[in-house]
């Protein structure tokens, strides 16, 4: 097992602190693995191993426990002593009402309780009802570039020589930590993440919403993944298949994005008007939360690549704990405007500058912008124009190992 340290540090802040700990993210995203890294973290500080209670509730070892009432007992029967024990519950969202039994052994025991979910409905109303204040939550990404190195470093044992190839291996190959701790090929690879994939929409969106027409969710999803880094609304997405002689309700069509989201299979990006300070309720991109998702459902496509940059640069800006919005200038956009307490940064992200039209779209929204914050534009050129104004020009892969 590969440490992953910013979010293993964050967490092992909270080792016996009085708070639930919540991991979330979507499926194969490495939740599992840092729990084992927990446990073993638990050990090393030398807590006895019949006082760490692990828990898979997808193992067929544990599927007599589906219920909030089974998972108490089981609890309640296993432990021994007195002596404070350590819970780690992986993927929470298989027993009903779970809620309340972690409340009641909240209560009821000295314990130090740890879950993953892969459904954000773990931070659901339900959940703060009966925790209210009283859990912090992690969310788990598949890995950034700057992880993919690590991993590859150790894997091969060889330090990276240029990040640029790098970079253009892990844009086709996503950042599912299992693609690589071994060498796989793109066909390959696609394939395990479609496994992955199916998984995610058959257990996380249509049993978990009772979703009856998969065939219609389907082409919301097609449709999604194929307007990656485009502004359009529920609407626009109801007119598309209106046009396609396929009438669906506009409601339906904000369930499904809702579902998606809740899977963690998409992230939803609202604008913000820069002059005017506030969130605009209408329009919005949607990205997802690995590439390799996309590939494996429609393949690779070059005609995408400025969509799937953005799409890394959003997944990158959102792991470093910012707030993430798309920008609106006046009649411009700014691809991200980003927040994290009092700092902020403005990113724009382009596939290529080959000319001075080119250069000048790309740069003049945030030329326009009369602050001092930090301004970026974000590109794969290896030879670029210079930095105009102070807005920086950057690859990348630069931009992705930097720090900001």
């Known amino acids: 097992m590969i440490k992953r340290d910013d979010y293993l540090d964050e967490i092992f802040k909270f080792i016996d602190k009085p708070f639930i700990k919540v991991l979330t993210g979507i499926r194969r995203s490495g939740k599992s693995t840092l729990l084992m890294l927990l446990r073993k973290e638990l050990q090393q500080r030398g807590i006895e191993g019949e006082r760490i209670l692990y828990i898979n509730l997808e193992s067929f070892d544990f599927d007599f426990i589906n219920t909030a009432g089974e998972l108490y007992s089981y609890v309640k029967e296993t432990k021994t002593g007195h002596r404070r024990i350590y819970i780690l519950l992986d993927e929470i969202q298989e027993v009903a009402e779970w809620e309340k039994a972690v409340n009641a052994l909240s209560v009821d025991f000295d314990v130090d309780i740890y879950i993953t979910g892969s459904n954000s409905k773990l931070l659901s109303s339900e959940l703060a009802t009966y925790l209210a204040g009283r859990y912090v939550s992690f969310h788990i990404n598949t890995l950034s570039f700057s992880e993919y190195l690590m991993f590859k470093r150790h894997r091969t044992n060889t330090e990276v020589d240029d990040i640029y190839k790098e970079f253009d291996f892990y844009l086709r190959m996503g950042g599912f930590p299992a693609l690589h701790t071994a060498d ?8 395990v993440v479609y496994d992955i994939y199916s998984s995610i929409i058959l257990r996380d969106t249509i049993q978990r919403y009772n979703i009856r027409d998969v065939e219609l969710l389907e082409r919301v999803i097609k449709y999604v993944f194929d307007n990656i880094g485009n502004i ?6 109801a ?13 339906t069509v904000y369930n499904y994005l809702n579902a998606l989201e809740s899977a ?27 590439l390799a998702l996309i590939y494996s459902v429609m393949g690779y496509k070059d005609r995408m690549i400025s969509g ?5 640069v959003f997944l990158e800006l959102r792991k470093r704990g910012y707030s993430v919005f798309v920008g609106k200038a006046g009649d411009k956009e700014i691809d991200f405007v980003a927040h994290k307490g009092g700092k902020k940064i403005y990113v724009q992200v382009a596939y290529l500058l080959p000319d001075q039209t080119t250069i000048d779209r790309e740069f003049n929204p945030l030329l326009k912008l009369r602050d001092h914050y930090p301004k970026y534009v974000v590109t794969m050129d290896k ?11 950057k690859h990348i892969a630069d931009f992705l190992l930097m720090k900001m």
């Open 239 to 251: 007119d598309f298949f209106k046009s396609q002689q396929r009438k669906i309700d506009l409601n």
């Open 264 to 290: 963690f299979l998409i992230c939803r990006v609202q604008r913000y008007d820069v002059r005017g300070k506030e969130i605009l309720k209408t329009l919005e991109k949607y990205f997802v939360n690995d």
């Open 308 to 312: 799937m940059l953005e799409n890394i």
């Open 184 to 191: 796989y090929t793109f066909e390959t690879a696609y394939k």
């Open 383 to 393: 030879t670029w124009a210079d930095n105009i104004n102070g807005i920086e020009h």
């Open 232 to 237: 359009f609304s529920a609407k626009k997405i």
